[in-house]
């Protein structure tokens, strides 16, 4: 039996994306949430619940990323030029925020008070920036034989800052679900009242972007049964189960919030970006530079995907892994006076 390489190795980047966006989305809603924090010492707590793990989330970014470069070479030369610009400010922001992370613990007053603003300005600004790229992905790239042949802001629409909003109230629930899990006292009931804040956001702008979706490029239309202003629900009922997983997980969410659990927000929130995500595969597979170009047409030969695969066989397990062990290490509470315990 010959293995599908184009196949697997998109499996492998659609992968690899989700896991950067759910583990790396709750510390940059943490730092979006700095500012509101009710002092310095809570600032600190906050950073402590993820200093074991924000740097390895960041893993999955590179793999995402080098993985498109390596197996999709034409997706990545049509796509980047597309999104140079909410990229590079992307790149810069977790530049500026890793750089901020290191600083702001060995600042003075002063100093401090600069990488704590830099730390938040920097989550905020890698978190537009990315609800820009996933919003100029979503609305298509034009593409002439294999080439961008767009503008340098093409990706600048009433529609990308809508998916920008939503990916930021998105990922401040992503960190204050964490924040529950991990945290005790005053913090922990910030943090509740900060997760019911969120998830009102986060519904009402998922909402949104699902329905503004609708109206984006009528693939996507077609995909979900939308056509002439209605749903036809011969094609969009088996694809219901989708949407649903994301109100088992708001459900999570409120319920969870509302018995006082610590974990269960968390998972709901979880499960609300994996139907969110889920959903957007549905409606571009099988293209990969929406809505011209699939991933067999802009896949490397065979033998260099065979070879490349041999690689991350080795090093996905590696990575899976290192994360579950470090995640299990510093499972516990994180509090003011003690760190972990």
Known sequence: MTLDLPLIWAGVIAVAVLMYVLLDGFDLGIGILFPFAG?????????????PVWDGNETWLVLGGGGLFAAFPAAYGALMPALYIPIIMMLLALILRGVAFEFRLRGRRRGKRFWTAAFAGGSLAATIAQGLVLGGFIQGVTVSEGQFAGGPFDWLTPYTLLVAL????GYVLLGACWLIWKTEDELHGRARRWAWISTAATAGLLGAVSLATLFVHPRIASRWGFAGGAFDFGELGPLLAIPAVGLLGLAAVILGLRRHSHGWPFLGAFTIFLSGYLGLAISFFPNIVPYDMTFRQAASADNALGLMLVGVAILLPAILGYTAWVYWVFRGKVSEDAGYH
Do not use: P, W, Y
């Open 166 to 169: 939503g990916l930021v109230a």
């Open 39 to 51: 002092s310095a010492q809570e600032r600190d707590v906050m950073m402590d619940t993820v200093a």
